[in-house]
């Protein structure tokens, strides 16, 4: 409830020159928006502006209108934008063309699942890993032999195990062990074979 009348009147005559003052201000930016053009000669009791020449009897009239001013108006702005922004986007696709891009894309697909679903089996066997050029185990090597020892064309290693093969001479009472003595070997133990 209100405490006095006055705070009526006061808060209105608030939200009126609140609004008055909007108002006028989308005016003045209208006004700046769209700038008034010069109306269309008409063909009745045209005058020519000072400074054109009319044409003459003899020559030709010019069918083609004159050039288009340049309007800095906002919905130019807006169409200016609109025309960009499409620019941008990218080309629609024809309806055949989309088919045939979905097709392509499902084949590849589907060459994808049918290399995963080739029949494999796990087996399990102990065939030692070669070593590398660069002193690495390499496993895919081992596990390719063990698969064909199996009767598959390849494989994956699934488990690998690792011993230590050491010369007699560590053996040899009193005698210190020396880095070369001992290597590790790998083995693979079961593979994924294909």
């Not at 499902?106 to 399990?124: E, Y």
Request: proline share 9%; hydrophobic share 35%; aromatic share 4%.
């Amino acid at each position: 409830m209100l405490d006095r009348p006055g705070d009526l009147i006061a808060q209105s005559s608030m939200h009126f020159a609140t609004a008055t003052a909007t108002m006028l201000m989308l005016m003045m930016a209208a006004g700046a928006a769209w700038p008034q053009a010069a109306p269309p000669p008409s063909s009745l009791g045209a005058q020519t502006p000072a400074g054109q020449a009319t044409p003459q009897q003899g020559e030709p009239a010019s069918s083609s209108p004159p050039a288009r001013e340049e309007n800095p108006g906002l919905l130019n702005e807006m169409g200016k934008l609109f025309e960009k922004s499409l620019s941008i986007l990218p080309s629609l696709k024809s309806p055949s063309e989309a088919v045939d891009d979905f097709n392509a894309r499902a084949k590849a697909a589907g060459d994808a699942v049918s290399r995963l679903a080739k029949p494999s089996s796990m087996v399990a066997g102990r065939t030692i890993c070669p070593v590398s050029t660069n002193g690495a185990p390499d496993c895919k090597v081992g596990a390719d032999k063990l698969c064909q020892a199996k009767g598959f064309k390849e494989g994956k290693s699934l488990n690998t195990d690792s011993t230590e093969t050491c010369s007699a001479k560590v053996l040899i009472p009193g005698r210190a062990r020396k880095p070369d003595d001992c290597r590790t070997d790998n083995y693979v133990t079961s593979a994924l074979c294909q």
